[in-house]
């Protein structure tokens, strides 16, 4: 994604996750998540703070897409995050996220349908993708949507990735892969 960065519903996923986080780690004000990401106790929470935190919780982010989450935060550029501008991403966010969420979940039946339908069984599905054995990246993963379900449209292959590959690792391996795309008996 080099040269032409993040969407923005990719962007909204990020956040997404991080209020998640931030909510199942039990922190209830957004004044506590700004005091949690202070890391030099001045009171303030810098950018280059709060892209520390990135490097942690979103660990498969470039520095170029982590900048690009903390520009969406520092919204007035002056490298001092508020709570108010906390406040505003994570609920710009918190919308956007479910919208999006609700598009994956779309489109994954769409695939897992066409993925059913398949006569391969699905461990040798998932390995025939794997260009890495065990792991499929994310262009073996573009590859298999594409060929059991030419219909979906490359952003929406990229939101999938996006949500299933929830530890940001850059790679699914069977389990993940089976949570996501697979039916449930």
Same mark, same amino acid.
């Given at each position: ?39 030099? &106790? ?17 660990? &498969? ?16 550029? &002056? ?107």
């Amino acid at each position: 994604q080099g040269g032409l960065g993040m969407s923005e519903d990719h962007i909204h996923i990020v956040v997404g996750r991080l209020l998640q986080r931030f909510r199942v780690a039990g922190f209830q004000t957004l004044e506590q998540v700004a005091a949690h990401c202070d890391r030099d &106790n001045d009171g303030k929470l810098s950018s280059a703070e709060f892209e520390q935190l990135l490097v942690v919780e979103a660990p &498969n982010l470039s520095q170029f897409e982590r900048r690009q989450v903390v520009a969406k935060f520092d919204k007035d550029k &002056n490298g001092v995050i508020t709570v108010a501008e906390l406040k505003a991403a994570f609920e710009a966010s918190e919308k956007v996220h479910g919208d999006t969420l609700t598009q994956a979940q779309d489109a994954y039946a769409r695939v897992r349908d066409a993925i059913a339908k398949t006569q391969q069984s699905h461990a040798r599905l998932f390995a025939n993708f794997c260009k890495t054995p065990g792991l499929m990246l994310r262009r073996d993963f573009e590859q298999l949507v594409h060929s059991v379900a030419p219909e979906v449209s490359g952003p929406t292959i990229a939101l999938l990735w996006h949500f299933a590959d929830k530890n940001v690792d850059g790679a699914l391996d069977f389990q993940e892969f089976s949570k996501h795309f697979l039916r449930r008996a």
